[in-house]
């Protein structure tokens, strides 16, 4: 064998590949795993040139894969804006609001991303409240949920926003009793609203990007799916992939609308920005369907009414969404649909299903995010289909938003399903493991500790658990980050497992967390992250 560029030796590997699932050594050339096996044999492998890493017995998986994440729009809305996830008040809030006002004077908008859904909304946060932090310029605020936004009166003139506005389809301008904007939007309202703001310039938008893959480095993620993206997003992305400078691999999929009633016309769209932007690292591989909105705002498609009364409608014309999904399907695109409320997953897998009769069954593996809550009847339908279910466990504990709002919603019996993770892994479905980053942490070992002990973050033994019955082990949660996700990705082909032939996308932990106390695993810190055998995160404590 010729020299090789890079040697990982002295290490725990876990492979995740069946026919070799551990190993003490690997060696890398021109990106790729030439060679696994023990330390020895892969240290006379090397020469004088070669870098070696010794990972002094540490834990070295596949580099982490986040297949629902908001990775651009993330990245650029933490550099424009500020994050506002740890405000729990209306006075922290505001503190928040006040003090990025006070360090962006050259700004004419003041940007906030991640105000908490759960705790505010548009019973207790309104534009007067808004007023008193930012009196003087526009404000705009995006919820952590991605379905909800607040506004100031002053952001609300800007955009001409009035009580004769009407509503844009699929969302809702929140009036109060006068008939006024309250400052609050619901769902496609947001993004109308957003749509009008000043955008991000180039570089800005690189800078997101730079710093949205630098952020999940951190946490030994190599590679992502961009959960919605359009031509901005594809051309940051494959700009920034041909200069050198995307350390990250990133499939995407983009939003299909509600009325986007031409089918062939949004096919042809997606086919277009297939073709133009592709790159080594980037690529468009799906359609993105919203089905319904959230538990939060009451936008979630239920079977039957909600316990508290009301409903939400699917967001599409049920024909015409089934004629969109055929559609697609035969371009051979992946569908990626967001369902939150049961009937949005009844209706999801119905139009997988009326695809597949259409067309033929095809490894396409089609994909449901979220999946809140679920009919039991619906449970072995994702094996029957070959439907992923990608799940982001994160929320999966008994936290404000479910206790006080969700579970009510749902009453006791459709509670038991709700994030029913084991259930459906049980039945042999297919399924992925992601965050929906900027809604929740990134950080996949934050999500596993939520997932194996189904307690709220930083919870201790003794704590509340949310349906014990659907907590999930560790080894489950890696698949889920790693072989799975990689195939879910269309990628599972040079990534995924630590195998010869694929690319050297790896991970060393400090600890072993197959053997952690689960309520330590969040605390696991990544010490080097490797994309195709270059160091993209090192931890300033490693000295492998």
Not at 12 to 35: C, F, N, S, Y
Not at 297 to 325: K, R, S, V, W
Not at 334 to 340: G, Y
Not at 499 to 514: C, H, M, N, T
Request: charged share 25%; net charge negative; glycine share 10%.
């Amino acid at each position: 064998m010729t020299t090789v560029d890079t040697i990982v030796v002295n290490a725990q590997i876990r492979t995740m590949d069946g026919a070799r699932p551990t190993a003490e050594a690997l060696a890398i050339k021109d990106g790729r795993i030439v060679a696994i096996n023990g330390t020895d044999a892969i240290r006379d492998l090397a020469n004088g040139a070669t870098r070696i890493i010794d990972a002094g017995g540490r834990l070295v998986l596949p580099g982490f894969q986040d297949t629902h994440i908001h990775l651009q729009d993330s990245g650029i809305g933490f550099v424009t804006g500020v994050d506002l996830e740890s405000a729990t008040t209306t006075g922290a809030l505001q503190d928040k609001l006040r003090e990025h006002a006070a360090n962006t004077p050259n700004d004419y908008w003041v940007q906030g991303l991640g105000f908490q859904a759960g705790i505010f909304n548009a019973g207790n946060l309104t534009r007067e409240i808004l007023d008193e932090a930012v009196p003087d310029r526009p404000l705009y605020m995006m919820a952590n949920d991605g379905h909800n936004a607040a506004m100031n009166s002053l952001g609300l003139r800007e955009l001409n926003i009035t009580g004769e506005t009407p509503h844009p389809r699929n969302g809702e301008i929140i009036k109060g009793a006068d008939g006024e904007p309250s400052g609050f939007l619901y769902e496609d309202a947001i993004w109308w609203a957003l749509g009008m703001l000043p955008k991000p310039s180039e570089e800005q938008n690189r800078e997101g990007v730079r710093y949205a893959a630098a952020y999940v480095n951190q946490y030994g993620i190599t590679g992502v799916l961009d959960a919605m993206v359009g031509e901005r997003h594809m051309r940051v992305y494959t700009d920034l992939d041909k200069a050198g400078e995307l350390n990250v691999r990133v499939a995407s999929t983009c939003k299909v609308h509600p009325h986007e009633t031409d089918v062939a016309q949004a096919v042809e769209r997606l086919c277009d920005l297939r073709r133009r932007f592709r790159s080594d690292k980037v690529y468009m591989h799906s359609a993105k369907f919203f089905l319904d909105g959230v538990m939060e705002n009451g936008t979630a498609a239920m079977l039957d009414d909600y316990a508290t009364g009301g409903n939400a409608p699917i967001m599409f014309d049920e024909d015409h969404l089934e004629q969109l999904l055929i559609a697609f399907d035969k371009e051979r695109f992946q569908l990626h649909l967001h369902t939150i409320g049961d009937k949005a997953v009844r209706v999801a897998l119905d139009g997988i299903e009326a695809a597949q009769k259409a067309n033929g069954v095809w490894p396409a593996l089609h994909q449901l995010a979220h999946i809140q809550s679920i009919h039991p009847a619906d449970i072995p339908r994702f094996r029957e289909l070959g439907a992923v279910a990608n799940w982001q466990p994160y929320w999966a504990c008994p936290e404000e938003a479910n206790k006080d709002i969700a579970i009510p919603m749902l009453g006791p019996e459709r509670s038991r399903y709700m994030y029913a993770v084991k259930s459906v892994i049980d039945t042999g479905a297919p399924y992925a493991i992601s965050s929906d980053w900027f809604v929740t942490t990134p950080n996949p070992f934050a999500i596993m500790q939520v997932a194996v002990t189904r307690q709220i973050p930083g919870d201790k033994a003794g704590g509340e658990i949310f349906t014990p019955e659907e907590r999930i082990d560790v080894e489950t949660v890696v698949r889920g980050y790693t072989t799975n996700a990689a195939h879910g990705a269309w990628r599972g082909d040079v990534t995924g497992s630590l195998s010869v032939g694929k690319f050297a996308d790896l991970i060393v932990l400090d600890r072993d967390i197959f053997k952690a106390d689960p309520f330590e695993l969040g605390e696991t810190e990544v010490q080097l992250t490797m994309l195709e055998g270059e160091d993209v995160h090192r931890a300033d404590t490693f000295d492998g």
